[in-house]
């Protein structure tokens, strides 16, 4: 993957919102299997399926704002770029990196290496609340292993290539319904003055 970042801040916490560029590159297939639970497990997230989000084309220069804001229903999977939708997460900055629950609901992640469709109840009480928005991390490499990631998607400064973090875990609460959802690949099309990213999540409904 070709992908450039431009005013890449030097402190963690700058860096979830700097501009990153993400160029023409193939789709990540390094964990594309759907889980499956163990003979011991019982499935606690039901309907898994797949999405695909595609971001708003963009010129880094200037950015963020110029790549607007991507709307999301966690439950179907509807996407578009005004939120005439009915949505449940936001994604705003340089390639629509920057997730964030729409005003009411409560958007968490959690760091584990439990697959999706078997995290439960007691994943969600000790996920992190996000307050604002959810973007890069700076902790760990996107392997996540150890677990700690701060984030969703991670950024190589050196070899310039855009991967999602391994091993997180997300949840969306409307406060009736919790989803669960976890990104799976990420990759950029486009060139350094117009780009978008695109990002390949699996969801379901946990399962009360």
Not at 36 to 44: I, K, M, R, V
Not at 84 to 96: G, K, Q, V
Not at 174 to 180: D, E, K, L, M
Request: with cysteine.
């Amino acid at each position: 993957m070709i992908s450039i970042i431009k005013n890449l801040s030097k402190t963690a916490a700058a860096v979830i919102t700097v501009s990153v560029i993400f160029s023409s590159c193939q789709k990540n297939n390094s964990d594309s299997v759907k889980p499956l639970a163990a003979a011991n497990q019982s499935a606690t997230v039901t309907g898994v399926t797949t999405t695909l989000l595609t971001g708003n084309y963009g010129s880094p220069t200037p950015a963020p704002g110029t790549y607007g804001t991507k709307y999301l229903n966690i439950a179907n999977g509807a996407q578009d770029s005004t939120g005439a939708i009915t949505y449940h997460l936001t994604f705003t900055s340089t390639n629509n990196l920057a997730m964030a629950a729409k005003s009411g609901y409560t958007l968490k992640y959690l760091n584990t290496t439990k697959t999706l469709n078997t995290v439960n109840n007691s994943d969600y009480t000790a996920a992190t609340t996000v307050s604002g928005t959810l973007g890069l991390n700076t902790a760990t490499d996107s392997l996540n292993n150890p677990v700690g990631a701060n984030g969703w998607l991670n950024y190589n400064i050196t070899t310039h290539a855009v991967n999602y973090t391994h091993n997180v875990v997300l949840f969306l609460s409307t406060g009736t319904t919790i989803y669960a959802f976890q990104c799976y690949a990420a990759d950029g099309q486009g060139s350094a003055t117009l780009n978008r990213g695109r990002y390949w999540f699996r969801r379901g409904t946990l399962i009360n």
